[in-house]
């Protein structure tokens, strides 16, 4: 699937520092540690709704672990996959009375149009699940000749029955998470999986293959029902497929940390024999609005698109994202773009004039910060006291904000 355009990436003088992140599976920052060439495999959306400031976080967050990765003089690999068949999508277009396909198309088109809004880089391998068919249907079929799946009896669908995954056969299982089985049974059913569909082995066990319903797309594919993928194994099949197992990072809302990148994870092991699918999960705190959780389910979404419509610079909505560290949950508030619209004119202000204060340190801040963690609240208060310094006395390093403002679009992908 076509992605978006790339944003030019200026040279920063000098290398960067090579990352550390926090990893939800060992619970500790860790330096990330790729080789030449770092894999990266961050979860996509499923196109039934505009991009909310959920969503932007996560991907805006990703963007600078890519950029510090390549400033550390990494090759970067980045896979994102899109959900474009799945039962929030069918529900939403047989609610709207849309085709599912006009439907997906629209969200992925405004999709790329914010990504690139945002600065987003983006990835080099942006796949579908519909493009992913193939690739899927071999992974299901090598799960049930190890009999790591096994059918479920479904009167409702010709076939005759669906494809689970019995996630009894991989010890691992939980490893990711490290969550309790009480944990993970709070919310499964929430975060589409069915604890309650009768005739699994394990209330936990995850769709794999659903046998088609009438009304609903299906794909025939040899040695399965006709039928379509389920969640999880689309991210596996993709992961497998295009990056190899031991890539070097997924990423996503901390909302996938359970089912999807658990199930994701053990699927992969099951696959390949061996471990591990990803060896650093990273994952962006939620977002919310007026103290819940902004999501499609609540309700309490704001889009990007929407606030590009109202003549938001989309600078401005970057950096209040940036603001915010990646691993800390906070609310949205209208004040938030004003703090960042005040910050993009101030620093505007500063880096239009000639010269200024140098700027070895900030640009060594900024490195630091990034590497740290992603701590980019720290990175934009260090540019604030440039940036104040720069106003209040002025400097005479001739050139220095040309240097500082190509390092802000190189390593934050914010254009000033
Ligand atoms: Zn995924």
């Known amino acids: 699937m076509i992605s978006w355009p790339a944003p030019f990436i200026p040279e920063v003088p000098g290398t960067g520092h090579p990352p550390q992140l926090f990893d939800t599976s060992t619970g500790a920052v860790r330096a990330v540690n790729p080789g030449p060439t770092a894999r990266m495999y961050v979860c996509g959306i499923t196109p039934y709704d505009a991009t909310h400031l959920g969503h932007a976080a996560t991907y805006v967050t990703f963007d600078v672990l890519q950029r510090a990765l390549r400033d550390a003089g990494h090759d970067v690999v980045y896979v994102q996959n899109i959900t474009d068949v799945d039962d929030p999508l069918l529900e939403r ?3 709207d009375g849309v085709d599912w396909q006009d439907l997906a198309a629209d969200e992925i ?16 391998h942006y796949v579908g699940v519909v493009e992913s068919i193939d690739a899927v249907a071999e992974a299901v079929r090598d799960l049930l000749a190890s009999g790591a799946a096994y059918p479920v009896d479904t009167p409702e669908s010709e076939a005759g029955h669906d494809l689970y995954l019995d996630v009894s056969r991989e010890p691992g299982f939980g490893s990711v998470s490290n969550w309790s089985r009480e944990q993970m049974m709070a919310v499964f059913a929430d975060r589409g999986g069915d604890p309650d569909r009768a005739g699994k082995r394990d209330p936990l066990d995850p769709l794999l293959w659903r046998a088609a319903r009438d009304g609903e797309p299906s794909w025939a594919v040899e040695g399965l029902p006709a039928g379509r993928p389920g969640w999880h194994i689309e991210c596996t099949a993709i992961a497998l497929d295009r990056l190899g197992m031991a890539f070097d990072v997924q990423g996503g809302g901390s909302d996938l940390i359970f089912p999807h990148h658990e199930m994701s994870a053990t699927q992969g092991v099951l696959l390949t024999g061996e471990r591990p699918f990803a060896r650093t999960y990273a994952h962006q705190a939620m977002v919310g609005l007026d103290g819940a959780k902004m999501s499609k389910s609540k309700g309490n979404l704001v889009l990007v698109s929407k606030l590009r419509a109202d003549g938001v610079d989309p600078m401005a909505i970057r950096l209040a994202l940036l603001d915010q560290h990646y691993r800390t949950e906070w609310s949205w508030t209208p004040d938030l773009l004003t703090t960042a619209q005040d910050r993009l004119d101030s620093w505007r202000a500063a880096l239009s004039v000639n010269a200024g204060p140098p700027v070895d340190e900030v640009v060594a801040r900024l490195r ?13 208060r260090a540019v604030d006291r440039w940036a104040q310094e720069c106003q209040r006395r002025g400097g005479s390093d001739a050139g220095s904000p040309g240097v500082l403002a190509r390092t802000l679009d190189a390593l934050l992908g914010v254009r000033v």
């Open 93 to 95: 277009a047989h609610r």
């Open 368 to 380: 630091s910060c990034v590497a740290d963690d992603l701590d980019t609240p720290g990175a934009l």
């Open 109 to 124: 088109a405004l999709f790329r149009e914010d990504m690139t809004a945002l600065g987003v880089i983006p990835p080099d």
